[in-house]
């Protein structure tokens, strides 16, 4: 995912991609989008919409009860009256009246945050600007499942032309997206939903998907415009094989039972320094392809960190996240390891070996210092574009040797213009796969997540080294910027 503007307008920039975009890399702040003197707020928490404010009289919350068919309309007007003359909250008073319950008014205000961010996926001309830093303490948070946030507001599009726009043009081939983060959000999907996805098979086009859905045109093209806004969409890659469709639909098997899927985690998540990939992924040493990526899709859905957004367990959160992402890397790792063949395992362990024993003269790079590796690509002879593309071609000579792979995401980290975070991630992902022990590498990877602002991810990762190494030079380094 390309970098967005934090200031522009939603012309140039949709509000769902704005979205998309602050969920993607974990931003902690305030969304502002003006239109005329209507102003309103979104506030985020590493990446999660948990309120919203509006200074538009339409989203009041007396206003929303009445659409909502909560309150009388007479109601709303006393009850108006008398918030003017007790200067007290109006949702205090709708309780006090007898209106609504208190239990009520906790889903009021729910509902009103989410009638605000429902309205801004309709603007697209509108400013916005986003401020990074911490959201204010009175607000009151509110556990959204994002994926179903966007879900919902982009379904609420109508706009022909605008959807158009947004997705590829009708002879683009489309595939279920391969990150898990994407694919398995919180989202129920209808029945159409289903018919939808099920034309998606890596073979037809945007165009043949609509045809054969045998629904109205703007019906199915808006179906995609939502699974491609969310991300569960992507365009088709080169040579790569289309997902099951039974991996979206399937339920996780803790859904109803969250203090056994709590209890679950946690003991997964104490392993995790010791464990191995196999152990990880629960595959036998002779597992194939196809049973590595049905369990990497099993388990990457059923310790979706979405899937407790409702909690108020954040410390439940971050392991969830933090065994996202090991099973991310437990795949890449037997992923290369069937691609190099069962020689692989033992070319990596000889590389670890004897990689202090090569030379100045080696063809690949290599540095004791994450900020000297950092510093080589911005200070280097030739431009940090041609330095990048050395490090490319050195990974595709060897891409066993887990240094190239480290030295191409920190050259990647100290070039401002040619910064790609998913390279870089994916960079040292490779480099974690090859040495899953190695703790310079997460190390190194949490510099890869503070260069793109995801700081609570490049925290866990310094912390994750020094599980492995507790002298490690480059995590300390790194914490102390906490």
Same mark, same amino acid.
């Given at each position: 995912?390309?970098?967005?503007?934090?200031?522009?307008?939603?012309?140039?920039?949709?509000?769902?991609?704005?979205?998309?975009?602050?969920?993607?890399?974990?931003?902690?702040?305030?969304?502002?989008?003006?239109?005329?003197?209507?102003?309103?707020?979104?506030?985020?928490?590493?990446?999660?919409?948990?309120?919203? @404010?509006?200074? @538009?009289?339409?989203?009041?919350?007396?206003?929303?009860?009445?659409?909502?068919?909560?309150?009388?309309?007479?109601?709303?007007?006393?009850?108006?009256?008398?918030?003017?003359?007790?200067?007290?909250?109006?949702?205090?008073?709708?309780?006090?009246?007898?209106?609504?319950?208190?239990?009520?008014?906790?889903?009021?205000?729910?509902?009103?945050?989410?009638?605000?961010?429902?309205?801004?996926?309709?603007?697209?001309?509108?400013?916005?600007?986003?401020?990074?830093?911490?959201?204010?303490?009175?607000?009151?948070?509110?556990?959204?499942?994002?994926?179903?946030?966007?879900?919902?507001?982009?379904?609420?599009?109508?706009?022909?032309?605008?959807?158009?726009?947004?997705?590829?043009?009708?002879?683009?081939?489309?595939?279920?997206?391969?990150?898990?983060?994407?694919?398995?959000?919180?989202?129920?999907?209808?029945?159409?939903?289903?018919?939808?996805?099920?034309?998606?098979?890596?073979?037809?086009?945007?165009?043949?998907?609509?045809?054969?859905?045998?629904?109205?045109?703007?019906?199915?093209?808006?179906?995609?415009?939502?699974?491609?806004?969310?991300?569960?969409?992507?365009?088709?890659?080169?040579?790569?094989?289309?997902?099951?469709?039974?991996?979206?639909?399937?339920?996780?098997?803790?859904?109803?039972?969250?203090?056994?899927?709590?209890?679950?985690?946690?003991?997964?998540?104490?392993?995790?320094?010791?464990?191995?990939?196999?152990?990880?992924?629960?595959?036998?040493?002779?597992?194939?392809?196809?049973?590595?990526?049905?369990?990497?899709?099993?388990?990457?859905?059923?310790?979706?960190?979405?899937?407790?957004?409702? @909690?108020?367990?954040?410390?439940?959160?971050?392991?969830?996240?933090?065994?996202?992402?090991?099973?991310?890397?437990?795949?890449?790792?037997?992923?290369?390891?069937?691609?190099?063949?069962?020689?692989?395992?033992?070319?990596?362990?000889?590389?670890?070996?004897?990689?202090?024993?090569?030379?100045?003269?080696?063809?690949?790079?290599?540095?004791?210092?994450?900020?000297?590796?950092?510093?080589?690509?911005?200070?280097?002879?030739?431009?940090?574009?041609?330095?990048?593309?050395?490090?490319?071609?050195?990974?595709?000579?060897?891409?066993?040797?887990?240094?190239?792979?480290?030295?191409?995401?920190?050259?990647?980290?100290?070039?401002?213009?040619?910064?790609?975070?998913?390279?870089?991630?994916?960079?040292?992902?490779?480099?974690?796969?090859?040495?899953?022990?190695?703790?310079?590498?997460?190390?190194?990877?949490?510099?890869?997540?503070?260069?793109?602002?995801?700081?609570?991810?490049?925290?866990?990762?310094?912390?994750?080294?020094?599980?492995?190494?507790?002298?490690?030079?480059?995590?300390?380094?790194?914490?102390?910027?906490?």
């Amino acid at each position: 995912m390309s970098e967005l503007p934090f200031k522009g307008t939603l012309q140039d920039v949709s509000f769902p991609s704005l979205l998309v975009y602050l969920n993607t890399w974990g931003r902690t702040g305030t969304l502002t989008v003006s239109f005329g003197v209507v102003c309103k707020k979104v506030f985020l928490k590493e990446g999660e919409a948990v309120f919203a @404010s509006s200074n @538009s009289n339409d989203d009041w919350l007396g206003v929303s009860l009445v659409k909502a068919g909560k309150i009388s309309l007479q109601q709303f007007e006393y009850s108006t009256e008398v918030m003017k003359k007790s200067g007290k909250r109006h949702g205090a008073v709708l309780v006090e009246l007898g209106y609504i319950t208190p239990k009520e008014l906790f889903w009021a205000v729910k509902y009103q945050v989410r009638e605000i961010i429902y309205s801004l996926f309709e603007y697209d001309r509108a400013e916005y600007e986003f401020v990074e830093g911490q959201i204010p303490e009175e607000v009151i948070t509110l556990k959204m499942s994002m994926g179903s946030l966007i879900y919902e507001g982009v379904s609420r599009i109508d706009n022909l032309i605008r959807i158009k726009e947004e997705i590829p043009p009708v002879w683009t081939v489309l595939q279920l997206n391969d990150d898990p983060m994407r694919l398995f959000q919180n989202v129920q999907f209808s029945p159409k939903d289903k018919k939808i996805l099920s034309l998606v098979d890596g073979q037809r086009t945007i165009k043949q998907v609509i045809e054969d859905s045998w629904f109205n045109s703007f019906e199915a093209m808006k179906i995609i415009y939502v699974f491609w806004t969310i991300g569960i969409l992507t365009e088709k890659k080169m040579e790569t094989e289309n997902i099951s469709l039974d991996v979206l639909f399937v339920d996780s098997p803790a859904a109803d039972m969250r203090d056994a899927f709590a209890a679950k985690a946690a003991a997964l998540h104490e392993k995790l320094p010791g464990i191995s990939p196999y152990e990880l992924l629960e595959l036998q040493a002779d597992a194939t392809l196809p049973e590595i990526k049905k369990n990497y899709y099993r388990l990457a859905r059923e310790f979706h960190p979405e899937r407790i957004f409702d @909690s108020d367990e954040q410390h439940l959160r971050d392991k969830l996240v933090e065994i996202f992402d090991s099973i991310k890397q437990a795949y890449t790792s037997l992923i290369r390891e069937r691609e190099e063949g069962p020689d692989a395992g033992d070319r990596a362990a000889e590389i670890e070996t004897n990689k202090n024993e090569k030379t100045p003269g080696d063809d690949d790079v290599r540095s004791e210092n994450i900020l000297e590796i950092a510093d080589d690509a911005q200070n280097a002879e030739k431009a940090p574009s041609d330095s990048i593309g050395a490090l490319r071609e050195a990974v595709k000579r060897d891409p066993s040797n887990p240094e190239n792979w480290r030295g191409l995401a920190m050259a990647l980290c100290g070039a401002d213009g040619d910064f790609s975070p998913e390279e870089a991630e994916r960079a040292m992902f490779e480099a974690i796969g090859i040495t899953p022990f190695d703790g310079d590498c997460y190390a190194e990877l949490g510099y890869v997540y503070l260069r793109a602002g995801r700081g609570e991810e490049a925290k866990r990762q310094f912390e994750k080294s020094l599980v492995l190494d507790h002298e490690n030079r480059k995590a300390i380094e790194g914490l102390k910027q906490f």
